[in-house]
């Protein structure tokens, strides 16, 4: 049995890692290592809480002697663990350097100390700053420029992981992927919040003139590719991942409330976020040439999938919106 240390499983994309590893890699024992924020909820694998090939550990990353307790005995760690929310790190950047930036350099460190054979950085292709409508997709060579604070603290991670694969000659690898969408994601990201919004008849928040560009992936491809990297992947090297799927903001509303069958006229353009990115688009031909990974999913066929999931998992959108979402929304929609 391999032992594999996955942090962030109780948030979105790491719950569905967690459930995609144990149904298909009888192999694999799951290490779930989360410290429980807004963002983590172990309703969401409430399913799987009883299954022997996998475990809890409530800690934080940036707790070097628990997170050492924790990895004993893996062969590889999925880190995942971070602050994920823009509109949050531009209201307080703290709370992301911690997480993102010295929770990264302490998981290196433990996966340094237990001689981990493989270390998966999860990143963002925010990290590549912003697109012009005409420029070329990202490709792993595109410089590092980040817009916001927590893009610049995944930014810092990345570069942590590099620099330890080059000086402790770690096996490490960093995957960068696009905007995800799916089950379990948390209602302060676009999708969730504007279906929450919807089906209560509440404004739809738009930002600016909602012609930005959004490169969309299900999060079941997003982690079919993590696992694929794992298995795979280089050391030292950097996988795009994408949907090649880029939708403009206000037509990915539109079709949501078509899907939602609620009007247009919910729709509200609120101020634009501060240095708001306009456009991401991936170029994945070196994950599909090297690793033989490609997106599965359409938008048109997964994007009904997810409005379903949402509408018939109403407990579930009760039971992770806490008081502290009333007081964010407060705080980030109330002057707009
Ligand atoms: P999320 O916010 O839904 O979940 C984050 C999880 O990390 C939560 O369970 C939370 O409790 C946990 N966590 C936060 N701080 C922690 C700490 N100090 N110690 C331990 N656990 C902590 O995030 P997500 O959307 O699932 O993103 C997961 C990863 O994927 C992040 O690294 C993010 O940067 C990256 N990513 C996300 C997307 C996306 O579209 N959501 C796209 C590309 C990359
Ligand atoms: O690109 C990958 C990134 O995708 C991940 O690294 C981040 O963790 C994840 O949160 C996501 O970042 P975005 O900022 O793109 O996602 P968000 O859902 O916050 O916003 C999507 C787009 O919709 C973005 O252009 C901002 C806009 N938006 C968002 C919200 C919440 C609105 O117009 N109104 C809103 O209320």
Redo the contacts with the bound molecule.
Sequence with gaps: MRRVML????????SNLVKLILKEHPDIHVVN?????Y???LVSLSDVEDNPQYSFVR????DLQTVKKAMEGCWAVLH??????VDRSILDAGPFL??NVI?TQVMLDAARFHKVERFVQ????EVYGSLKPDDPAFTEQNRLKPNSPYSAS?AAADLLVRAYEKTYGMHAVITR????YGPY??PE?LIPLLINNAMKDKPIPVYGDGQQVRDWLYVED?CRAIITIMEKGVSGEIYNIGGNCEVVNLELVKMLLAELGKPESLITFVKDRPAHDRRYAMNIDKITRELGWKPEHTLSHALPKTVKWYLDSEEWVGSVLSGEYKEYYKKQYGDR
Excluded: M, P, R, W
Aim: proline share 0%.
């Design positions: 942090t962030g499983g109780a948030g979105f994309i790491g290592y989360d410290l429980l924020t963002a983590g909820n800690g934080d990353v940036s995942l663990a971070a602050e994920s929310h911690n997480t929770g999860i990143s963002t292709d995944k992927c696009s905007n995800n994601q948390f990201k997003h």
